[in-house]
């Protein structure tokens, strides 16, 4: 079973950016696909982008997510990142990676996910 760690949260402002890696341990991110997700309080967990194992992305067809974020893999490192552009309030919510065991894999449902990091908190000031 692989571990999963994200980072680079924390407070920025509208308009800003960020960058959130998931590091992977245990096993070798290339054998998965892998997921982002972020869940706002009182909201449920909603689907950013997934990469696969040869590094096919997909992202929400969400408009106010459309162009904001850049889901990239780094086999070298075990780690995937989530570049977030052009942040606004709407975007503070905890943001979450997920595997999926299946290397082709591009489901965006939660469910669907056979592991989860524990999440880190992003909040966009106005």
């Known amino acids: 079973q692989v571990q999963l760690v994200e980072s680079g949260g924390g407070l920025v402002q509208a308009g800003g950016s960020l960058r959130l890696p998931c590091a992977a341990s245990?096993?070798?991110?290339?054998?998965?696909?892998l997921g982002w997700f972020r869940q706002a309080p009182g909201s449920e967990r909603e689907f950013i982008a997934v990469i696969s194992s040869s590094c096919s992305s997909t992202y929400s067809s969400v408009d106010s997510m459309k162009g904001r974020f850049t889901i990239s893999r780094d086999n070298a490192a075990n780690t995937d990142n989530l570049q977030m552009n052009r942040l606004n309030p709407e975007g503070t919510a905890v943001y979450y990676c997920?595997?999926?065991?299946?290397?082709?894999?591009?489901?965006?449902?939660?469910?669907?996910?056979?592991?989860w990091g524990k999440g880190i908190q992003v909040t966009v000031t106005s």
């Open positions: 997920a595997a999926n065991r299946r290397t082709a894999f591009s489901g965006s449902h939660y469910i669907l996910y056979d592991c």
């Open positions: 245990g096993r070798a991110l290339s054998n998965y696909a």
